[in-house]
């Protein structure tokens, strides 16, 4: 039996399909990924990502050791509840994780971590604090909901107190505010509108019944991985670790070269790559062909070399096959991918697949 989430209790009577997902019990799906994906593109639909990891960075040095731990700047940042995607790295350049940083205010800061490398996360980051005023303190009482979906904000504010609703009223993307218990951020993983809700685990079992109330489908991680596929968002482990440059992964926006002067981990490695130049591209495919991509299949592109798939399936919108693969940097519109033996056409573009529920390529 792996780790369990507050809301497991609730996943077994709503008769979900439990699996090990690093080290946690998770829900799967509660009968139908299909109908689950569905209702988060044309409804709306909750999550339970409860196994990934809350930290708060407290301290007067808070700001500097994120501006060294990140390749992103948090001092893009002015305003208390912004929010920031980045990848953290590694001397070489390779993604050690990619996370979430909220601005509190100049001594607080709140990241969110991938539950798979918690441990090496937690390690890696409390070995860069020398020399910097902050604390990092891991915050095991909170559950997180993310609630996705065109209807998702709608029906999540029928739920949350009128000072909640008034303190969400004007909420930005990539931002977030605390009200009244909960700590509410308009992001999310599937490439639709929403909150990501963090709230005290005494709390977490009456905001999931209040959302049930309130026709918020439950969704298991099946649909969380197509959903996000579509959305062409990195899933790490897959897409990006601790071996592959965010130059080569899709994730060059998530690196802020200015000031030069701002030395973050990994920036030497990353502009030595630049500098040499970057072999591979990180792209979308769509299947012209029958057949399913998958990760880790041979990407052929003629005349040129051989890439890999990093994450593929079935995009239940599109009703077609897509992928996100590394190739070689001199990629046309069209290549092919090793199937059971078999080389199938593929389409080459560019991510996201889907947006608002709708094909983004032409």
């Known amino acids: 039996m792996g780790k369990q989430t507050t809301l497991y209790p609730e996943h077994v009577q709503l008769n979900a399909k439990i699996v090990d997902f690093a080290g946690w019990d998770m829900p799967l799906n509660y009968g139908s990924q299909l109908e689950e994906h569905h209702k988060v593109r044309s409804d709306a639909g ?23 731990l990140l390749a992103n700047d948090v001092d893009k940042m002015q305003t208390a509840g912004k929010a920031m995607y980045s990848c953290m790295l590694n001397e070489d350049g390779g993604v050690v994780d990619d996370l979430i940083v909220y601005f509190m205010d100049v001594n607080h800061y ?9 441990d090496k996360d937690l390690a890696w980051m409390n070995q860069q604090t020398n020399g910097f005023s902050v604390g990092l303190h891991e915050r095991h009482e909170m559950a997180i909901i993310a609630v996705q979906g065109p209807n998702a904000r709608d029906k999540a504010n ?19 505010v605390e009200s009244d218990g909960l700590f509410i951020a308009r992001t999310g993983y599937t490439g639709e509108d929403g909150y990501e809700i963090i709230v005290h685990n005494d709390k977490v079992i009456a905001l999931w019944q209040a959302l049930l109330n309130e026709g918020v489908a439950p969704c298991g991680l099946g649909a969380r991985d197509t959903l996000r596929l579509e ?25 802020t070269w200015e000031p030069q002067d701002r030395l973050f981990i990994g920036r030497a490695a990353l502009e030595l790559q630049k500098q040499r130049g970057v072999d591979r591209r990180f792209v979308g495919l769509v299947l012209e062909d029958r057949g399913v991509l998958r990760a880790h299949q041979k990407v052929i592109v003629e005349g040129i070399g051989e890439g890999e798939i990093t994450s593929g399936g079935f995009s239940p919108t599109l009703e077609c096959s897509i992928a996100l693969a590394r190739v070689p940097k001199g990629i046309g519109e069209h290549c092919t991918v090793e199937v ?22 032409e």
């Open 46 to 68: 909750m999550f339970d990502v409860s196994h990934m990891t809350v930290v708060d960075l407290l301290g007067p040095g808070a700001r500097d050791y994120l501006r060294h």
């Open 110 to 118: 709140r990241v969110v971590l991938n539950a798979g490398t918690h």
């Open 158 to 176: 029928r739920v949350f107190t009128p000072e909640q609703q008034a303190a969400v009223a004007d909420m930005k993307p990539f931002s977030a």
């Open 231 to 255: 959305a062409g968002m990195n899933l790490y482990g897959s897409d990006m670790d601790d071996s592959t440059s965010p130059l080569s992964s899709g994730l060059g926006w998530t690196i």
């Open 340 to 361: 059971r033996g078999k080389q199938l056409r593929a389409r080459v573009v560019k991510p996201p697949f889907v947006r608002n529920g709708k094909k983004v390529f």
